[in-house]
């Protein structure tokens, strides 16, 4: 079985302060863990994912997260907001022979000007 | 490269009609699933496709079904629609079975 919680339903930033956004996940194997973005009104944009090889993993448009095994989490994070970021964002898990993707519920980022 | 292409974007339909749903994967990507996403639920997934045969299914009622063509496009039909199908309806496509997943725009479904 695998699981997914996101720890914050709305985060709010100023532009230019950093992002975090928090994922703890729960897996019977090794998991794979991807981050994706929503923009209003479109489908999902994959900004990073992990796959067993680099615990730090580095995507798109600036932003990157962490794998911390022992911590079972997945934060995603971003030195510098900006107003384009603002959107939600989901954590995803996928395991084992289960291809379905599991996914958490979401988290809404604000950036204020 | 073309990304995932839904077709219709957008859908009304009333309780008890049908309704088929269309996804073209990326170019070569043999692998397609499908998700509904409602303020409810969330994401949920639906079923995947691959080489044509359904891999793997989620929970719910038999009222929703797939199929893949060969040429690797999908369809996904729900048969006697309830007000909480009403939901945005996302497909996405992968290379195989283990790759990362693509998502297309998706198909808004509207049910009075």
């Known amino acids: 079985a695998q699981s997914v919680t996101q720890l914050d339903s709305h985060v709010s930033v100023s532009e230019g302060t950093p992002v975090l956004l928090r994922c703890n996940y729960s897996?019977?194997?090794?998991?794979?863990l991807f981050w994706y973005v929503q923009h209003p009104n479109k489908g999902l944009q994959l900004l990073l994912k992990y796959t067993s090889a680099a615990t730090l993993v580095k995507g798109i448009n600036g932003f990157e997260a962490e794998f911390k095994k022992s911590e079972t989490s997945f934060h995603l994070t971003k030195p510098s907001a900006h107003m384009s970021d603002a959107a939600e964002y989901f954590c995803v898990v996928s395991s084992g022979s289960a291809r379905q993707l599991t996914f958490g519920s979401g988290t809404q980022l604000t950036v204020l000007p | 490269k073309a990304g995932v292409t839904q077709t219709p974007r957008y859908l009304i339909k009333t309780r008890g009609q049908q309704v088929t749903l269309s996804c073209s994967p990326i170019?070569?990507?043999?692998?397609v699933s499908w998700y509904q996403q409602t303020p409810g639920q969330g994401l949920q997934f639906l079923f995947e496709?691959?080489?044509?045969?359904?891999?793997n299914k989620g929970n719910f009622p038999g009222r929703f079904s797939g199929r893949q063509f060969s040429n690797s496009r999908s369809e996904m039909n729900v048969s006697t629609l309830e007000l909480g199908d009403s939901a945005l309806y996302l497909c996405?496509?992968?290379?195989?079975?283990?790759?990362?997943?693509?998502f297309g725009p998706g198909t808004r479904l509207l049910v009075l």
């Open positions: 170019s070569g990507h043999r692998s």
């Open positions: 897996s019977s194997y090794s998991p794979s």
């Open positions: 496709y691959f080489s044509e045969t359904q891999r």
């Open positions: 996405a496509s992968s290379l195989g079975q283990t790759e990362t997943q693509y």
